[in-house]
């Protein structure tokens, strides 16, 4: 809608049309963050705790749900010669879902080994968000169906955002060293119980 506003500001029954196309992911991570963000507020849990805890989730659903473009026949490469080639309209393309897919489910596997080893605050999402960017970045670079500002891909300069906010954040997870908010705690009687043991 915003790419498009000189369309939608005439047709603003438009705007709902969500057949129509729109549904992108950075719009969906970032608009899901603002919602994770105000639900955080409302709760008292720390927004990034709980980043930190759904980032490998999310990673691995966009792996599967890259496999809806394969069925629509859509977010495809340019031609290709490569022997693992889609063919769309007759022409052999750069299965360019396949890429992406490939990449969060390797994405997830990293964060998955990453989380078990109990990090600092932040560093999760951190993570999370220069592999997506670098991903996204490479495989846009591909794709034949881009949204532009200028002459500047949209999905490309946002995935630069999330690299470059990524990095910052694992700087700061790194200086703060804060543990994580989700850490199992023992109670008392637990602390207790284990120092009758000791002695």
Do not use: C
């Not at 309209?89 to 489910?105: A, R």
């Not at 949204?147 to 990524?166: E, K, N």
């Not at 804060?178 to 043991?197: C, G, M, Q, T």
């Amino acid at each position: 809608v915003l790419f498009e506003w000189d369309y939608y500001s005439q047709n603003p029954g438009q705007i709902l049309n969500i057949r129509g196309g729109g549904l992108a992911i950075h719009g969906g991570i970032i608009f899901g963050s603002l919602a994770l963000y105000l639900y955080g507020k409302k709760k008292n849990v720390p927004f990034l705790d709980m980043t930190d805890m759904l980032v490998p989730s999310l990673a691995l659903g966009q792996g599967i749900g890259r496999w809806g473009n394969f069925m629509n026949q859509e977010a495809h490469g340019g031609p290709t010669d490569l022997p693992w080639g889609i063919i769309i309209d007759g022409q052999k393309v750069h299965p360019t879902f396949l890429y992406e897919s490939i990449g969060d489910i390797i994405i997830f596997l990293i964060l998955i080994n990453a989380i078990k080893k109990n990090p600092n605050k932040g560093k999760i999402t951190s993570l999370y968000l220069i592999a997506y960017g670098i991903l996204r970045f490479l495989v846009e670079g591909l794709r034949t169906d881009s949204l532009y500002w200028g002459p500047i891909r949209t999905a490309q300069l946002i995935s630069i955002v999330f690299i470059l906010g990524g990095s910052i954040l694992l700087v700061w997870s790194n200086k703060k060293n804060l543990p994580p908010y989700f850490r199992p705690k023992k109670s008392d009687k637990e602390k207790e119980a284990n120092i009758i043991r000791f002695q």
